[in-house]
């Protein structure tokens, strides 16, 4: 079984920054990419950014980009989620998940195999 483990969540006035880590850890699979969803409260878990794991290449929803940046730790088998700029509405619990399978919509829920348990983030307006 592998174990994802998200950390740095908490409150932040607009504007503000934070950065989620998601380390992973247990059995050794063949990591195609990693991403980041998040849910806010009365809404559907939705697709914030992924990074395929070998070659780096990112992706992010139209409402994160320019302020939200995905990337890799690959000798602490970590994935980041750099947060700027954050808007209210940006206020939800950030899943971090793995994928170990390649040549799919990485913007999918069904596309993972692996989740973490969450972390609160909380934008003040």
């Known amino acids: 079984q592998v174990q994802l483990v998200e950390t740095g969540g908490g409150l932040v006035q607009a504007g503000g920054s934070l950065r989620l880590s998601c380390a992973a850890s247990?059995?050794?699979?063949?990591?195609?990419?990693m991403g980041w969803f998040r849910q806010a409260p009365g809404k559907e878990r939705e697709f914030v950014a992924a990074?395929?794991?070998?070659?780096?290449?990112?992706d992010y929803t139209d409402s994160v980009k320019g302020r939200f940046t995905i990337s890799k730790d690959i000798a602490k088998n970590t994935v980041y989620l750099q947060m700027n700029s954050l808007k209210p509405e940006d206020t939800a619990i950030y899943y971090c998940a793995a994928s170990g399978r390649s040549s799919i919509d990485l913007r999918k829920l069904l596309a993972y195999d692996y989740w973490g348990q969450g972390t609160q983030v909380t934008v003040s307006s």
């Open positions: 247990g059995r050794t699979f063949s990591r195609y990419a």
């Open positions: 990074i395929r794991w070998s070659v780096g290449v990112t």
